[in-house]
Every structure is written in structure tokens, then in C-alpha cells.
Nanobody
């Protein structure tokens, strides 16, 4: 059973930092592509960070890393702004033969406010 569990969200002041974690299980983690998305109220879900690509709005502030021993992907978020407020989701693209399966976590809320 595939599971993606995000954690690390919370309330932070503008200019602060948070590190989100996405713990994966139920598939071969090393072969999966894991990306981070976010969805703000009233807006569509958008890609924040994938493999070697970041949304323009977070470039230079957010960094993705992964630990294949712990089956975990991280999103380090620095210099946070109020417009970064959203629910953050991790997404895993898992190869299956000639196709891919996609899985989502339940999301973690990030609120940037003074």
C-alpha cells in the first residue's frame, strides 16, 4: 500500500524558514520521482519544486533534497513570504512497466503571517 505522509508545516513569520518532509512507503522509493506542489485558497494546485526545476516564485528560496535510506524527500523553505501560504503536497511518480502511477500525500498546511 502506497503512502506519502507530509509533515513539518505550521505558522511562521515572514522571512522565516520551514522544512517539510514527505515520508514514502509501499513502493521502490529510489526509482520514483517525488515533487512538491501547493494549493492556496481559491487557487489551482501548482508545482513548487520537482527534479531540477522550481517555480519562478520560489527559486533561490526553496530547495528539494531526498534521502533514499529514509525514503524521505524534503522541501527546505527559506525567506518565506505571505504568498507562500498554502497546503503543500508531495507527489510521487512511480514507474510501473511502460507507464507511471501517481500518488499524493494528504498535505500539510503552511501559513506565513505576522
Amino acid at each position: 500500500q502506497v503512502q506519502l505522509v507530509e509533515s513539518g508545516g505550521g505558522l511562521v513569520q515572514p522571512g522565516g524558514s520551514l522544512r517539510l518532509s514527505c515520508a514514502a512507503s509501499g513502493f521502490t522509493f529510489s526509482s520514483a520521482v517525488v515533487s512538491w506542489y501547493r494549493q492556496a485558497p481559491g487557487k489551482e494546485r501548482e508545482l513548487v519544486a520537482g527534479i531540477n526545476n522550481y517555480a519562478e516564485s520560489v527559486k533561490g528560496r526553496f530547495t528539494v533534497s531526498r534521502d533514499n535510506i529514509k525514503n524521505t524527500v524534503y522541501l527546505q523553505m527559506n525567506s518565506l513570504k505571505p504568498e507562500d501560504t498554502a497546503v503543500y503536497y508531495c507527489n510521487a511518480r512511480v514507474p510501473l512497466g511502460f507507464t507511471n502511477n501517481y500518488y499524493w500525500g494528504q498535505g500539510t498546511q503552511v501559513t506565513v503571517s505576522s
